[in-house]
């Protein structure tokens, strides 16, 4: 099996047309990108947990801006977005290479946002077998 690096660079490769195959269709989503990372982390001996990244509250109402990943120049947004981090580091293949949480975001999206802890190291196992994808 390759390494958390590995699969951060092979699956940063397939991602940069917009998180879509070749033929215009959508690819795996983050969710099961993170569940990917971390199972790998776990085989290295880490301790992972995923984070949801939101855009700020933008209303009253508690509205959240939409993130726009600076990768894809404005073709896409999201609502959120789950990425897989352990030690402070978050590991997505969307920049191709593990940065500390707040470097990543500032790297990977145009606005300010708010980060969340989503799934926590006690419940990451029982996470990942939920919905299992093959590695």
Not at 79 to 87: E, F, K, P, Q, W
Not at 103 to 115: G, K
Not at 120 to 131: A, M, N, T
């Amino acid at each position: 099996m390759e390494s958390t690096l590995e699969f951060l660079t092979s699956k940063h490769a397939t991602l940069i047309n917009d998180y879509k195959t070749p033929d215009g269709r959508f690819n795996e989503g983050c969710g099961t990108i993170a569940k990917r990372v971390a199972r790998r982390l776990l085989i290295e001996g880490k301790t992972p947990y995923i984070i949801e990244i939101q855009g700020r509250i933008k209303d009253i109402g508690g509205n959240r801006e939409r993130l726009t990943p600076i990768p894809y120049s404005g073709r896409i947004s999201w609502g959120c977005h789950l990425v897989c981090c352990a030690d402070g580091v978050a590991y997505n293949p969307m920049l191709g290479e593990p940065l500390p949480i707040e470097q990543y975001c500032q790297r990977a999206f145009e606005e300010d946002v708010d980060i969340f802890n989503c799934v926590s190291e006690s419940r990451i196992e029982e996470y990942i077998e939920l919905g299992s994808h093959p590695l």
